[in-house]
């Protein structure tokens, strides 16, 4: 729902101002299509057995009891739930009610768990290191989606995430191989993604061409190039030049022993640690902040802003920088956290998915890395699924993260509006 103030001319010549009230049926749509999804799981597709769910893994100082619950009868239930709050969405749109955030959160946790609980018929889910799992998938993800999320903000279209990725992970990996340290190897995965996003800014801001022609010509660049240095560079000396440390583990006293979301978030590697601190922190600065307003403004409309002052273009670059800084230490996740090696195309795509997280997050903080969760999480589903011998078609399985990944783009997101100048560059006078 979003409303629109319309200003019209009276028969006397005053200016009357109206609000022209508008609704979106995106969201209710989408809940509903899901909802009857589920619902056919339930009826003609239902699975009879039991779904247990394991809590508890071998890290665990608690020992927690399996859970198992009726499989047909849990998703009938679950199909009903989500039936109810679609309907509930329906109604608040309706009426020109806003749809709180919870509601497709609530709606989300009930829809998976329907599903895992058909998929697990007579299996077992081990929820705590589906969690893990999902968590270290969207690591790299989160840290895109802020790098985006700051250059749009500064009205720069970064299609260039998957490129900043790429050049990251290989800089981590070398850097980190002939030094034998991954901090340095962090700082060169920083400088990795700076460079590109370098690239970017001169392009678009100095020399005004294309912002998304530009952003795919160096996806292209950087993957020839990371493949042509792994061939000719890295296979000749892997031991010199691909033997990255790993990030150790690093468990919290106390945190880490909280049942099921201890040992989740809370024995995780360095660069984990950095995302809690990063995500609160950009979120709170770019909107409690003078560098913020300054970021916004420049974003929203330029022009106001260098009339007071705000040098719109400078202003642009050096944070796109930032922004390629921190999807840089995203890219890092790859060769010190996860594979332990740079491999060439390793990123998968996933800088693209990265730049979705920015739209369905409406381009703030917060909302894009739930929704970098949200796509983590599908990716490790698709692994969860084919262990437990899932009924569904392996090709779907597949599909799925890209699957969930369009759906919530296209369907959940919603009507959201980008900030007012993005892509457009600005020229003084």
């Not at 985006?148 to 290989?170: D, K, M, S, T």
């Not at 990996?173 to 190897?185: D, E, K, R």
């Amino acid at each position: 729902m979003s409303a629109i103030i319309a200003a019209t001319t009276a028969a006397d010549g005053t200016i009357v101002r109206e609000t022209v009230r508008q609704r979106s049926l995106k969201l209710p749509i989408s809940l509903g299509v899901v909802a009857v999804l589920i619902l056919l799981l339930a009826l003609p597709a239902g699975r009879s057995g039991t779904s247990v769910f394991r809590l508890a893994d071998r890290t665990s100082t608690l020992a927690l009891p399996d859970v198992g619950v009726p499989t047909w009868q849990t998703v009938f239930i679950c199909a009903l739930l989500l039936v109810l709050l679609a309907a509930y969405a329906t109604v608040q749109v309706a009426r020109y009610r806003r749809v709180g955030l919870w509601l497709p959160i609530v709606f989300a946790f009930v829809a998976v768990f329907g599903f895992l609980t058909w998929s697990a018929a007579d299996g077992l889910v081990p929820v705590t290191g589906l969690l893990f799992g999902a968590v270290s998938l969207s690591v790299p993800l989160v840290f895109g989606a802020l790098g985006g999320v700051i250059g749009e903000r500064a009205g720069v279209v970064n299609v260039a995430i998957e490129a900043q990725f790429l050049l990251a992970a290989f800089s981590s990996a070398l850097v980190a191989s002939m030094t034998g340290s991954y901090v340095l190897g962090i700082l060169a995965a920083m400088l990795g993604g700076a460079l590109v996003a370098a690239a970017l800014a001169l392009f678009a801001i100095r020399y005004i061409v294309d912002q998304v022609i530009v952003g795919v010509v160096l996806n292209v660049l950087i993957t020839g190039l990371t493949s042509f240095l792994h061939g000719a560079l890295m296979r000749q000396n892997e031991a010199l030049f691909n033997t990255p440390p790993r990030l150790p583990r690093i468990a919290i006293p106390l945190l880490h022993d909280i049942p099921v979301l201890g040992p989740v978030l809370f024995n995780q590697t360095l660069i984990v640690y950095l995302m809690y601190i990063a995500v609160p922190l950009v979120a709170w600065a770019l909107y409690r902040s003078r560098w913020g307003l300054r970021l916004r403004a420049v974003g929203e409309h330029p022009q106001a802003a260098d009339t007071v002052g705000i040098k719109v273009n400078p202003t642009r670059f050096w944070n796109l920088l930032l922004a390629g800084s921190i999807a840089g230490i995203g890219g890092a996740y790859f060769t010190l956290g996860s594979v332990g090696a740079f491999d060439k195309e390793m990123t998968d795509g996933l800088g693209f998915i990265a730049l979705a997280a920015v739209i369905f997050g409406g381009w703030d903080p917060i909302r894009a890395t739930l929704a970098a969760l949200l796509f983590g999480f599908s990716m490790n589903l698709e692994t969860l699924l084919s262990n437990l011998g899932s009924p569904i078609p392996g090709e779907f399985m597949k599909m799925l993260p890209y699957v969930v990944t369009v759906l919530a783009v296209v369907g959940f997101a919603g009507k959201v509006r980008a900030p007012a100048a993005d892509g457009k560059p600005y020229i003084k006078g």
